[in-house]
């Protein structure tokens, strides 16, 4: 039981290396490129211990002298991610401007790397050193904003989410491969669900158009009210869409309405 206990829970609790042994040939660093590199190439599921070491050259036993196993790569990946962010920016200005620029940043991350939500989503967030300097740096960000402590740690969770839901459906509207659209063109299609060769399927334009046609029928009539009071529909443009909701959240959230 006291083994357990003192035990390091985490692969930054371990030192890098051994105090014995031959001096390593490679990094933890190193190691973690190489599988970011598999995982955006390949797909998250591509990266085992045997893949990356066929892709470094090397056995996978050799591997374990750096890394413990599969799931401490994989938190070492997810915060080298958080690692890509740029924290040198100045606190103190707009709180706002400033918490949408790190969200656009952090959206941009999960573009660049598809994989990091869904291994978020099965593993739990393991906090490493970059990703701690980023909640960090969000909260003195959020320092001089109205609020309470957890009231922020929301508004921050919120900014994560969010940059996450973006990211996928950027996904989805640019990769033919998506795994969502491979669902759609292998079920039976309902009547009136667009074929998959439908140029309409991911245009927001001729969604929203859709949806005003359906609501014009009668059949729904507070999406109709909603619709009509609402006038003109959100900007098509996703980083704009992105930043507008951003802009009205969050304020709100830490309960200083809308700017």
Same mark, same amino acid.
């Given at each position: 039981?006291?083994?357990?206990?003192?035990?390091?829970?985490?692969?930054?609790?371990?030192?890098?290396?051994?105090?014995?042994?031959?001096?390593?040939?490679?990094?933890?660093?190193?190691?973690?490129?190489?599988?970011? @590199?598999?995982?955006?190439?390949? =797909? &998250? %599921?591509?990266?085992?211990? $045997?893949?990356? #070491?066929?892709?470094?050259? !090397? +056995?996978?036993?050799?591997?374990?002298?750096?890394?413990?196993?599969?799931?401490?790569?994989?938190?070492?990946?997810?915060?080298?991610?958080?690692?890509?962010l740029d924290l040198s920016g100045a606190t103190?200005?707009?709180?706002?401007?400033?918490?949408?620029?790190?969200?656009?940043?952090?959206?941009?991350?999960?573009?660049?790397?598809?994989?990091?939500?869904?291994?978020?989503?099965?593993?739990?967030?393991?906090?490493?050193?970059?990703?701690?300097?980023?909640?960090?740096?969000?909260?003195?960000?959020?320092?001089?904003?109205?609020?309470?402590?957890?009231?922020?740690?929301? @508004?921050?969770?919120?900014?994560? =989410? &969010? %940059?996450?839901?973006?990211? $996928?459906?950027? #996904?989805?509207?640019?990769? !033919? +491969?998506?795994?969502?659209?491979?669902?759609?063109?292998?079920?039976?299609?309902?009547?009136?669900?667009?074929?998959?060769?439908?140029?309409?399927?991911?245009?927001?334009?001729?969604?929203?158009?859709?949806?005003?046609?359906?609501?014009?029928?009668?059949?729904?009539?507070?999406?109709?009210?909603?619709?009509?009071?609402?006038?003109?529909?959100?900007?098509?443009?996703?980083?704009?869409?992105?930043?507008?909701?951003?802009?009205?959240?969050?304020?709100?959230?830490?309960?200083?309405?809308?700017?």
């Open positions: 039981m006291a083994d357990r206990e003192t035990r390091p829970t985490t692969v930054w609790s371990r030192p890098e290396r051994g105090a014995r042994g031959p001096a390593p040939e490679r990094s933890r660093t190193q190691i973690t490129a190489a599988a970011l @590199a598999l995982a955006d190439a390949e =797909g &998250l %599921a591509a990266v085992s211990m $045997r893949a990356l #070491a066929q892709r470094l050259g !090397t +056995g996978p036993a050799s591997l374990y002298r750096y890394v413990g196993s599969r799931d401490e790569l994989l938190d070492l990946m997810a915060d080298a991610v958080a690692g890509e103190g200005g707009d709180w706002l401007d400033d918490l949408v620029g790190l969200a656009l940043q952090s959206r941009d991350a999960h573009v660049r790397h598809p994989w990091l939500a869904d291994l978020n989503d099965r593993r739990g967030e393991v906090l490493g050193p970059h990703a701690i300097d980023y909640l960090d740096h969000a909260l003195g960000i959020l320092a001089p904003a109205p609020g309470t402590a957890g009231e922020k740690l929301e @508004a921050i969770g919120l900014l994560g =989410g &969010l %940059a996450v839901l973006f990211a $996928r459906r950027e #996904a989805a509207a640019t990769s !033919t +491969g998506h795994p969502a659209a491979d669902d759609l063109s292998a079920r039976d299609p309902s009547p009136g669900d667009p074929s998959p060769g439908d140029p309409s399927v991911g245009d927001p334009a001729a969604r929203a158009a859709h949806l005003a046609a359906v609501a014009a029928e009668g059949r729904h009539p507070h999406l109709l009210a909603a619709l009509t009071a609402a006038g003109a529909p959100p900007p098509a443009d996703r980083d704009a869409l992105f930043v507008t909701l951003l802009r009205r959240l969050l304020p709100a959230m830490l309960g200083q309405g809308e700017p």
